[in-house]
């Protein structure tokens, strides 16, 4: 089972319409915030596939949840934009509200930053952003697969 993660895309409906394209065989496609505008896009435009979406802190007056949990038969994930756990000053408290919360990843945006890693039985990653990276990289996007053999967590370029 795949969940490719997007975060960030500040407008750029070109970058997430792109990335839904170089994935077709995707279960489920995760929007960790700032980018609500392009997911009602993608949602009228492909309605047939697992759309969901956080809220971030640009995504002005959202309806959408601040924390989504995924349950899978593989593990628990959690997902959030992160500006109200504090990400851009560390992970600590993301992580020690994902292990409270058994989740095995922790998934977030915010920072424009990537970030790919495991420690304490947590999975945590930043797929940077789709449109404006602020680390130095080219846009960017995650992927999560999960199987009976295990998580693998990938931060890939645009």
Do not use: W
């Not at 408290?93 to 994902?98: F, G, N, P």
Request: aromatic content about 8%; some cysteine.
């Amino acid at each position: 089972m795949r969940i490719v993660v997007i975060s960030d895309s500040h407008g750029n409906i070109d970058a997430v319409e792109r990335i839904i394209a170089r994935n077709p065989n995707t279960r489920i496609f995760m929007h960790l915030g700032d980018g609500e505008r392009e997911f009602n896009v993608m949602r009228v435009k492909y309605p047939e596939l697992d759309l969901r979406i956080v809220a971030g802190n640009c995504d002005y007056n959202s309806n959408f949840p601040m924390v989504h949990v995924i349950d899978t038969e593989f593990a628990r994930i959690m997902c959030t934009h992160g500006h109200r756990y504090s990400v851009k000053e560390g992970t600590e408290v993301l992580r020690s509200i994902a292990l409270d919360n058994d989740c095995s990843v922790a998934l977030y945006g915010h920072t424009h930053r990537r970030l790919n890693s495991y420690s304490d039985g947590i999975y945590l990653m930043n797929p940077g952003s789709c449109s404006q990276p602020r680390d130095g990289k080219p846009p960017s996007y995650g992927y999560i697969d999960l199987t009976t053999a295990g998580i693998v967590t990938n931060v890939v370029d645009l």
